[in-house]
T-cell receptor
Framework: TQLLEQSPQFLSIQEGENLTVYCNSS?????LQWYRQEPGEGPVLLVT?????EVKKLKRLTFQFGDARKDSSLHITAAQPGDTGLYLC?????????????FGKGTKLSVKP | KAGVTQTPRYLIKTRGQQVTLSCSPI?????VSWYQQTPGQGLQFLFE???????NKGNFPGRFSGRQFSNSRSEMNVSTLELGDSALYLC?????????????FGPGTRLTVL
C-alpha cells in the first residue's frame, strides 16, 4: 500500500513566523500536488511539482520536490492568519487517473495574529 | 465559470437510512470523482465517473454507489447508513480525469449519521 506521510499533523504558530511542512513516501511519484483546504470548503490546488529537485514559489510559499521524487516540502515565510488551513499533499503517477492519487492526511496549520 | 456545486451542504440521517448526494461539475469537465474525508482517515477515494461510466473504484463496501448523467452531473448513494459513514463527502471535477489534470473540488456535503 502506498502511503504519503505528512508531518507535523498540527502546527500552531504566531504571525510572522516561518514553517515547513513535510510529505514523505517510500514510493516514487511522477508528480506531487499541494492543496489548501479552509474550513467549510473543499481543497484548492496550490501547485504541482513534476521534476525531481524542482522548486516552485508562490508568493511566500516555496514548494520543493525531492530529487528521488519520493518526498516534498512546503515552506511558508512570514506566515499570516490567512494561511490558516489544512494543507494536503497528493502523489500521482503518470498516466494514472484521479483514482490513483494518493493523499496524505494533512497538516492543520493555525496562524495566530 | 461556475465552480463545482454540491447539494445538500448538510445532512443528518439515522442509522439504516439511505442518502443521495448530488454534484454538478464545472462546465466542460467530463470526469467526476468522489471522496470521503474524516479526521482519522483523511481524504479517501470512493469512485470516479467519466462519460457516464465508473472508471475507478476505491476500497469501500457496496453500500456506496454512484452514477453519472449525460450532462456529467453525478450522484452518489449510501444505503443502510452506519455511524461510521459520518464524514465530509467531496466531489471533484476535471477535464479528462487524468491524475495530472487539475481537480476542482466542491465545498462538500457534511453527513452526520445518528
Amino acid at each position: 500500500t502506498q502511503l504519503l506521510e505528512q508531518s507535523p499533523q498540527f502546527l500552531s504558530i504566531q504571525e510572522g513566523e516561518n514553517l515547513t511542512v513535510y510529505c514523505n513516501s517510500s514510493s516514487v511519484f511522477s508528480s506531487l500536488q499541494w492543496y489548501r483546504q479552509e474550513p467549510g470548503e473543499g481543497p484548492v490546488l496550490l501547485v504541482t511539482v513534476v521534476t525531481g529537485g524542482e522548486v516552485k514559489k508562490l508568493k511566500r510559499l516555496t514548494f520543493q520536490f525531492g530529487d528521488a521524487r519520493k518526498d516534498s516540502s512546503l515552506h511558508i515565510t512570514a506566515a499570516q492568519p490567512g494561511d490558516t488551513g489544512l494543507y494536503l499533499c497528493a502523489g500521482a503517477h503518470y498516466g494514472g487517473s484521479q483514482g490513483n492519487l494518493i493523499f496524505g492526511k494533512g497538516t492543520k496549520l493555525s496562524v495566530k495574529p | 465559470k461556475a465552480g463545482v456545486t454540491q447539494t445538500p451542504r448538510y445532512l443528518i440521517k439515522t442509522r439504516g437510512q439511505q442518502v443521495t448526494l448530488s454534484c454538478s461539475p464545472i462546465s466542460g469537465h467530463r470526469s467526476v470523482s468522489w471522496y470521503q474525508q474524516t479526521p482519522g482517515q483523511g481524504l479517501q477515494f470512493l469512485f470516479e465517473y467519466f462519460s457516464e461510466t465508473q472508471r475507478n473504484k476505491g476500497n469501500f463496501p457496496g453500500r456506496f454507489s454512484g452514477r453519472q448523467f449525460s450532462n456529467s452531473r453525478s450522484e452518489m448513494n449510501v444505503s443502510t447508513l452506519e455511524l461510521g459513514d459520518s464524514a465530509l463527502y467531496l466531489c471533484a471535477s476535471s477535464l479528462e480525469g487524468y491524475s495530472t489534470d487539475t481537480q476542482y473540488f466542491g465545498p462538500g456535503t457534511r453527513l452526520t449519521v445518528l
